[in-house]
């Protein structure tokens, strides 16, 4: 039997973190690992939670979000 407090629903994950689950995987696997590192955890969870598990509740509670970073481009001097 699942434990709904260790589930996240996929759908309510899609809409905290954009309509790419492309995306949504990035965004979990850099959390766990900083959380993996030793970061501070941002939701009330169970030591022994696994720390993916922790990211996803994260992105789905709206307290981890992805920031875009815009590229300068350089221009060639002549």
Known sequence: MLDMKKTVPFERLLEKAGPSKYKLVIL???RALELSEGSPRLVDADQK????????????D??????IKKQVKESKSK
């Open 28 to 30: 979990a696997a850099r």
């Open 49 to 60: 939670t696994k720390p993916s598990i922790v990211a996803l509740r994260e992105i789905a």
């Open 62 to 67: 709206g307290k981890v979000f992805y920031k």
